[in-house]
């Protein structure tokens, strides 16, 4: 099971942290990534944190802006959003794997019920 938090209203510009915990999955085991949904558009890749080796992999639209970290003593990742943007509104999504399509959906095999962000212009 993944449960997210921290999700909530800003204004563009501002920050926010997300967590999501890991429980019945020791998350060392794994990669984790973030993915975002907005309202209409499919699930799209926003971070991913590998198991080997702890490499950080980013989309595009978030490169510099968004940080994946986790903590494998609390089994938590974390995705530090700084200098938000509108069109960074979507719900965002945790998610667990070991598949090295690690960009795409099919690279996870369990999914978090998602935190919305919402960003005022």
């Known amino acids: 099971l993944l449960v997210e938090s921290g999700g909530g209203l800003v204004q563009a510009g501002g920050s926010l942290r997300l967590s999501c915990v890991a429980s019945?999955?020791?998350?060392?085991?794994?990669?984790m990534g973030w993915f975002r949904q907005a309202l209409g558009k499919e699930r799209e890749f926003v971070a991913a944190?590998?198991?080997?080796?702890?490499?950080?992999y980013y989309a595009d639209s978030v490169k510099g802006r968004f940080t994946i970290s986790r903590d494998n003593a609390k089994n938590t990742v974390f995705l530090q959003m700084n200098n938000l943007k509108p069109e960074d509104t979507a719900v965002y999504f945790c998610?667990?794997?070991?598949?090295?399509?690690?960009?795409?959906?099919?690279?996870?095999?369990?999914w978090g019920q998602g935190t919305q962000v919402t960003v005022s212009s």
């Open positions: 998610a667990s794997g070991t598949n090295i399509r690690f960009t795409t959906k099919s690279g996870y095999d369990l």
């Open positions: 944190n590998t198991w080997s080796g702890g490499s950080n």
């Open positions: 019945g999955r020791t998350i060392s085991r794994y990669t």
